[in-house]
């Protein structure tokens, strides 16, 4: 109810300084009047950006994940690469882009390294976290008991690092359809894709297709976070926020039901005769 009441508050200001200015905003009613005539162009556009989003994110959080391990289990490693990764995270990707157009083209290639630059970082440094999260106790019970380091690394510290790799995922799902985005909008001579779609309709100054495909990024957002978020609940069934959700969740009726007794008891007592 909150969510549906602040959506509305703003719909009623967008329609308000649309009807002023609508130079500046379109109506709601022409946005969805330009989905509802056009359906084929975003959905082919939104398949080109999710195409980039998913393989970028494939591959970005996949190289996290294999490095986030090796660091686990190898400090050499994670001295040597973590600072280099710290400098690639403060990099503006929007500064390599053009370098990367010019060394792969004007294919699908520098959209995906795009995308999967923006969402390597989240990634690894969860990962890692994650897997040296693992308390020492729980440790010790693995070496007295003679575990191998393999054993340790997919029987105990992955089991840890699983909350933290989902947690990451569902930052950077999202991220990697604004990583397509901006590689739509900074790779010079891109025919597809809804980054492309607003680049060319804001140029004609056509507001409404501008506003139809940002909405049509939200959407594709906010799926992509459900998603992840029902494949959390799926998966850590077993993990401690999980539980704690649910016994909220079947708390929530008690505390109502319970609420009831106390009330009939004040009843009772304003009923008793006076003595």
């Known amino acids: 109810m909150p969510t549906a009441f602040v959506v ?6 967008w329609s308000a300084v649309a009807a002023e200015h609508p130079y500046i905003l379109p109506r709601l009613a022409d946005v969805g009047a330009t989905l509802a005539d056009r359906p084929e162009i ?4 939104a398949w080109s950006t999710l195409s980039i989003a998913l393989i970028g994110v494939a591959c970005g959080a996949g190289t996290a994940f294999v490095l986030a391990l090796l660091m686990s289990e190898i400090p050499v490693v994670r001295r040597a690469l973590m600072p280099l990764a710290v400098v690639l995270n403060v990099t503006p990707v929007v500064a390599l882009a053009p370098g990367l157009v010019v060394a792969f083209g004007f294919g699908l290639a520098p959209k995906v390294i795009v995308t999967a630059i923006i969402t390597f970082f989240p990634v690894l440094i969860n990962v890692a976290t994650g897997l040296r999260a693992v308390p020492e106790p729980v440790l010790h019970v693995f070496r007295t008991l003679d575990a191998s380091r393999l054993e340790v690394l997919w029987r105990l510290r992955i089991p840890y690092g699983l909350p933290y790799t989902l947690a990451a995922l569902r930052v950077v799902m999202p991220l990697s359809i604004v990583g397509a985005v901006v590689a739509e ?16 309709s804001a140029s004609s100054a056509q507001l409404d297709s501008v506003y139809a495909a940002i909405a049509c990024l939200a959407t594709m957002g906010v799926l992509m976070l459900a998603l992840v978020s029902a494949v959390e609940r799926r998966v850590l069934f077993w993990h401690e926020s999980q539980r704690t959700r649910a016994s909220r969740r ?21 009923e008793e005769p006076p003595r």
Do not use: E
């Not at 975003?42 to 556009?45: P, S």
């Not at 909008?185 to 060319?200: D, E, K, Y």
């Not at 079947?250 to 304003?270: G, I």
């Open 8 to 13: 509305v508050l703003l719909g009623m200001g």
């Open 42 to 45: 975003f959905l082919a556009n």
């Open 185 to 200: 909008f900074v790779a010079a001579g891109s025919s597809g894709g809804l980054g492309t779609l607003i680049r060319t």
């Open 250 to 270: 079947t708390r929530a009726p008690q505390r109502t039901d319970t609420s009831r007794p106390r009330r009939s008891h004040v009843a009772q007592r304003t």
